[in-house]
């Protein structure tokens, strides 16, 4: 079994900044890759931003380039996404995953966290 929880969330207004922390224990400490995703009100879940094992390889959707930092502690068996200058379109749940199934690059994963809410005001 493995487990995730998501946490930062909150209520933000417009260029403002959050860290969301996601914090793995079980199965999900393991040597495997992590990921955000968010779902926004009425729409589709989407990939946010990925990272590897050992934190050599990340990928961000463009929507987030140079707004978004991922970022993981293996000692700490945590990983963050620090976001800055968010936009009302960054709102939604934010979900953290472990484990892709496949390549790094997979948008399926084992292991998936509740969810954070991010609102971003106007």
């Known amino acids: 079994q493995g487990q995730l929880v998501e946490s930062g969330g909150g209520l933000v207004q417009a260029g403002e900044a959050l860290r969301l922390s996601c914090a793995a224990s079980g199965r999900t400490t393991g040597r495997t890759g992590f990921a955000w995703f968010r779902q926004a009100p009425g729409k589709e879940r989407e990939f946010v931003a990925r990272?590897?094992?050992?934190?050599?390889?990340?990928s961000y959707a463009d929507s987030v380039k140079g707004r978004f930092t991922i970022s993981r502690d293996n000692a700490k068996n945590t990983v963050d996404l620090q976001m800055i200058n968010l936009k009302p379109d960054d709102t939604g749940v934010y979900y953290c995953?472990?484990?892709?199934?496949?390549?790094?690059?997979?948008?399926?994963?084992?292991?998936w966290g509740q969810g954070t809410q991010v609102t971003v005001s106007s």
């Open positions: 990272i590897d094992w050992g934190a050599f390889y990340t």
């Open positions: 995953a472990a484990d892709p199934i496949g390549p790094i690059t997979s948008p399926h994963y084992i292991y």
